[in-house]
C-alpha cells in the first residue's frame, strides 16, 4: 500500500458517522452529553457553577429560614429579581463585544427621572413622558456608541465619565433630596399587579408552544440546508424541563398569599414582561445576522472586520440596545418602589455587570446568552432575599456578593486558560 493510499485510508469518515449526518440527526442522545461533557472539561462551561450555585443557595437558606420556602417569598423573589434580570441582559450585548458600561443603572435613571418629572411636574401624559424616558437613554446610548465606536474611546472611560456626569444630572433634574412620586397607575401595577389564576397557566402553554415552535423551526431549516440536526429527544427534554419547573413556579404563585380576607394570589405581571424580553433578545442574538456578528466581533474584532462585518455599527447599537434595557430595568425598579428621587439608578449597575458575570457571560467578549445573565440575577436576588430573611447587615450582603463575582470571574479566566486563550 502506497503512502498516499494510506493517507486517504487513516482520513476517510467513519461509516457510522456518514449515516448519521445522511439522515440528518447529529449523533445520539449519549453523543450528544459526551459532546458536552467534553466542552466543560476544556472549560466551556456556560450557565452551570450559575445553577450550581442557585441549587446550593437555595438549600441553604431553605434550611436556616423557615420563610425561605414560601409562596410569599417565591413572589417577592421575583419581584426583586426582575429590575436586575433585564439590567444583567441589557449588558450582555456589551459584554459579549469585550467592551463594558459603567453608566447603565444612571443611565436607567436619568431616563426615569426624566419621566416622572415630565408626568408629575408638567402634567404630560404618562406614556409621552415614558417614550420622552427611553428617547434619554436611546440617546445615550447613541452617544456612547459614537465615541466608543467612532472616536475609538475606551468604552471604560467614556461611561465612567457619564456614569459620574449624570449622577450630577440626575440631581438637577429632580433637585436635591426631591423625590417625585409615580402616579400612573399602569406603571404602579408592573410590579404590584398579578395575573389572574388561569392566566399563569395560559403564560406557561405560550411558553411551551413558542419553545416548541421555535426548535422545530429550526430543525426544518437545518434538514432543508442539509445540516444534521440533533436528536428529537433533546427537545422533549426541553420542553418537559420547561413545564415540570414552570408548572412549580405557577402552582406555587397560585396559592394565596394573603393573611386577610383579601386573597393575593396568580403569577406576578412583571414575570410574562421579563421572559417577553428575554425571548426577543434571545431571539435577536441567536437567530439574526446581527447576533451572529456580535459574537464574531466579540471572539476577534479584527477578522470580522476582514470578513465585511461593519464592526463600527454593529457596537453603535448594542451600546444604544443596552441603554434602552437600562431604562426598562429602572422602571421595574422604580414601579416597585413606587417613586424616583435624585439617587435613582446609582447602585445597581455594579450588580448588573456581576448578575452578567456570575451566570457565566464572559469579559473578554464573544462567549454567553441572556439566559446566562438571567441565572446570574437569580443568584444575586437570591443572595439578598436569604441574607434579609436573616437579617444580615447589609455588608455581609456586600461582601458576599463581592466574593461570588470574584469566583466567577476567576472561573471564567481559569475556563479560557484550560480552553486555549492566551495569558497576559
Known amino acids: 500500500m502506497s503512502a498516499s493510499t494510506s493517507t486517504r485510508t487513516a482520513a476517510a469518515p467513519d461509516p457510522v458517522s456518514s449515516d448519521l449526518i445522511g439522515s440528518g440527526v447529529e449523533g445520539g442522545v449519549g453523543d450528544q452529553i459526551n459532546a458536552w461533557l ?3 472539561r476544556s472549560g466551556d462551561m456556560g450557565a452551570l457553577p450559575a445553577v450550581g450555585g442557585l441549587v446550593l443557595l437555595a438549600v441553604l437558606f431553605g434550611a436556616l429560614s423557615p420563610y425561605f420556602f414560601t409562596a410569599v417569598n417565591f413572589a417577592n423573589l421575583m419581584n426583586q429579581a426582575a429590575s436586575l434580570v433585564v439590567l444583567g441582559m441589557a449588558l450582555v450585548f456589551v459584554l459579549l463585544l469585550g467592551e463594558i458600561d459603567l453608566s447603565a443603572g444612571v443611565t436607567g435613571g436619568v431616563g426615569m427621572a426624566a419621566f416622572v418629572v415630565l408626568n408629575v411636574r408638567f402634567d404630560i401624559p404618562w406614556p409621552i413622558a415614558l417614550a420622552a424616558g427611553f428617547g434619554v437613554g436611546l440617546l445615550t446610548g447613541a452617544l456612547i456608541g459614537f465615541l466608543v465606536a467612532r472616536v475609538g474611546i475606551p468604552s471604560f472611560v467614556v461611561t465612567l465619565g457619564l456614569f459620574l456626569g ?11 433630596g426631591g423625590l417625585y412620586p409615580i402616579q400612573a397607575p399602569e406603571i404602579i401595577a408592573l410590579q404590584n399587579g398579578r395575573l389572574p389564576v388561569w392566566g399563569g397557566w395560559v403564560m406557561l402553554a405560550v411558553m411551551l408552544l413558542i419553545s416548541g415552535g421555535m426548535s422545530f423551526w429550526d430543525r426544518a431549516r437545518r434538514r432543508r440546508a442539509g445540516v444534521p440536526n440533533r436528536p428529537i429527544a433533546l427537545v422533549w427534554a426541553k420542553l418537559a424541563v420547561i413545564a415540570v419547573l414552570g408548572g412549580i413556579a405557577v402552582l406555587v404563585l397560585n396559592l394565596n398569599r394573603s393573611q386577610s380576607v383579601i386573597p393575593v394570589e396568580g403569577v406576578p405581571i412583571i414575570v410574562p414582561v421579563v421572559l417577553a424580553v428575554l425571548f426577543v433578545g434571545t431571539f435577536v442574538l441567536d437567530r439574526t445576522k446581527f447576533g451572529r ?8 474584532a479584527e477578522a470580522a472586520r476582514r470578513a465585511g462585518i461593519k464592526v463600527r455599527w454593529v457596537k453603535w447599537w448594542c451600546f444604544v440596545i443596552a441603554s434602552g434595557l437600562a431604562v426598562l430595568s429602572l422602571l421595574f425598579a422604580q414601579a416597585r418602589i ?11 449597575v455594579l450588580s448588573g455587570v456581576a448578575a452578567a458575570v456570575v451566570g457565566g457571560v464572559s469579559l473578554f467578549g464573544g462567549r454567553g446568552r441572556l439566559v446566562h445573565a438571567a441565572i446570574g440575577a437569580l443568584v444575586i436576588a437570591v443572595i439578598i432575599n436569604g441574607l434579609g430573611l ?12 463581592g466574593g461570588v463575582l470574584i469566583l466567577a470571574a476567576t472561573v471564567d479566566a481559569l475556563s ?6 492566551v495569558r497576559s
Open 293 to 300: 456578528y456580535v459574537y464574531a466581533i466579540g471572539g476577534n
Open 390 to 401: 436573616l437579617r444580615m447587615d447589609a455588608g455581609v450582603n456586600l461582601l458576599v456578593t
Open 416 to 421: 479560557r486558560l484550560r480552553a486555549g486563550g
Open 338 to 348: 413606587g417613586s424616583v428621587d435624585g439617587a435613582v439608578g446609582r447602585d445597581i
Open 166 to 176: 449624570y449622577q450630577g444630572l440626575t440631581l438637577m433634574i429632580i433637585g436635591a
Open 38 to 40: 467534553q466542552r466543560v
